[in-house]
């Protein structure tokens, strides 16, 4: 076994790689985990942040949004437990490898679209997602905003369940990694 990567050979790569691929079908469940850690925040929001999630998740569904956006509603604010204060580029990071370039730019940048009804209130500019104004993913990222995300706080909303969307996380996070340099996905 090797103690630095000079030293390594292809047989020291080998069972790496094995235990890559292994790992790979394990990420959906490490993507649940930090979902419901979510549960354990109290930020003051009319529904907790795992409960926002899954009802931005549910109105992206029922207006006819593709599996990969559904998907994007779900986990786009998966990194508030860990990155409050960039959340958005946390979260792109995090899923870019398994979503298209329009979504994971979505992720990266919903909040400053979302910021369009509160950013006034926190000495922040409302319009701050005017300068992206003309970016293939605009529109998407507005309407993911305007029509779901800013809409996901109603306690009596009739949200679906986890489970209704754990196909659509395990086909889209078991796919082969966009831009995979290799065989097992790993990326130098």
């Not at 870019?96 to 370039?101: D, E, G, Q, R």
């Not at 409302?126 to 293939?136: I, K, L, S, V």
């Amino acid at each position: 076994m090797f103690r630095s990567f000079d030293e390594a050979t292809a047989a020291d790569w080998k069972p790496i790689g094995e235990k890559f691929d292994r790992f790979q079908h394990e990420v959906v469940g490490h993507i649940v985990s930090a979902l419901k850690l979510l549960r354990t925040l109290d930020l003051g929001y009319p529904v907790d942040r795992y409960v926002h999630c899954l009802q931005t998740a549910t109105r992206a569904f029922r207006a006819g949004a593709d599996e990969e956006t559904v998907v994007c509603a779900l986990i786009h604010d998966i990194g508030d437990a860990l990155a409050p204060n960039n959340h958005g580029p946390f979260a792109a990071t995090m899923v870019a490898p398994y979503l298209s370039p329009e979504n994971t730019w979505l992720v990266k940048h919903h909040e400053e679209f979302q910021g369009y009804y509160y950013a006034q209130y926190f000495g922040g500019n409302p319009n701050a997602r005017e300068a992206y104004r003309g970016h293939p993913a605009f529109e998407r990222t507005a309407v993911f905003t305007d029509q779901w995300d800013q809409k996901a706080f109603d306690p009596d909303y009739d949200t679906m369940p986890l489970e209704a969307f754990m196909p659509a996380l395990n086909r889209i996070f078991t796919r082969p990694a966009w831009g995979a340099h290799t065989k097992t996905g790993m990326r130098p």
